[in-house]
């Protein structure tokens, strides 16, 4: 199973901007998807965007014209953050799914937006 590791996290004024990183411990491959979740506390895991290996991202309407997901052309994904609001407090995972099916997650990093 892939390994992954994100940073970035942290804290910043409603706002302001953050990019988060989530680098994995292969090159992604033609058909794997992916992407961010966030979990606030008491709340569900949801989706915040997505991208797939052609380069066709996807963002849950909460994010869409503040954030902005990319990828290198090897292992990398990031996720620009802008005009931050105290909602998008959340534990962030970067996540990676085959074209099997089988998904990995990173271990999460901490956003938070307060004044």
């Known amino acids: 199973q892939v390994q992954l590791v994100e940073s970035g996290g942290g804290l910043v004024q409603p706002g302001g901007s953050l990019r988060l990183s989530c680098t994995a411990s292969?090159?992604?491959?033609?058909?794997?998807?992916m992407g961010w979740y966030r979990q606030a506390p008491g709340k569900e895991r949801d989706l915040v965007a997505s991208?797939?290996?052609?380069?066709?991202p996807n963002y849950a309407e909460s994010v869409k014209g503040r954030f902005l997901i990319s990828r290198d052309r090897a292992k990398t994904i990031y996720l620009q953050m802008n005009s931050l609001k105290p909602e998008d407090t959340a534990v962030y995972y970067c996540?990676?799914?085959?074209?099997?099916?089988?998904?990995?997650w990173g271990q999460g990093t901490q956003v938070t937006v307060s004044s």
């Open positions: 292969r090159n992604i491959l033609s058909g794997e998807i």
């Open positions: 996540y990676l799914t085959t074209w099997i099916g089988s998904r990995s």
């Open positions: 991208i797939y290996s052609a380069y066709s």
